[in-house]
């Protein structure tokens, strides 16, 4: 009997632990999501797109968004395999960082693909306001970050 009890509050606290990584998970997505619409619509409407040119830049923004993320979810898998991993060996270390540096680097391959894609419907002043406003967006969300810490 004692056994049974036993299984079944295990039972309840992993189907809890499980539930309760499932919403952060959940909610870390749907996060992610909704700070990715605010860039997308922070940066149209810096660049004074019109509908047109906000359609299209939604579209390849959003490609470009998913391609870096993906690329950065591998490099983050890797190089925590390696830190929890108490026997890895140099090789390993050498070979998680090489290609943590060659995540950047296809990662700006990415960012320079895009940037010929958005040059079809954008003036050259318009893709060098892009930069400007990614980097305003970023800064907003760090400030905002720290405020909510403090």
């Known amino acids: 009997m004692k ?19 499932q919403t952060t998970n959940s909610q870390r997505a749907r996060w992610m999501g909704n700070i990715r619409q605010q860039k997308i619509e922070y940066i149209v409407k810096e660049l004074k797109l019109n509908e047109e040119q906000a359609d ?31 026997k890895a060996t140099d090789a390993e270390y ?12 296809k990662e700006g391959e990415i960012e320079l693909e895009y940037f010929h894609k ?4 954008l003036t050259k002043k318009q893709l060098f306001q892009m930069k400007l406003a990614e980097e305003k967006f970023t800064q907003y969300l760090l400030r905002h970050r720290r405020r909510e810490n403090k």
């Open 118 to 121: 958005f040059s079809r419907f």
């Open 3 to 21: 056994r049974f009890v036993f299984l079944i509050l295990l039972s309840v606290v992993s189907a809890t632990s499980l539930l309760q990584a």
């Open 56 to 86: 299209k830049f939604t579209r390849l923004y959003t490609e470009m968004e998913s391609e870096i993320y993906k690329l950065n979810c591998e490099a983050e898998d890797l190089l925590n395999k390696i830190a929890l991993d108490d």
């Open 94 to 105: 050498e070979a998680a960082a090489l290609e943590c540096t060659r995540e950047k680097q």
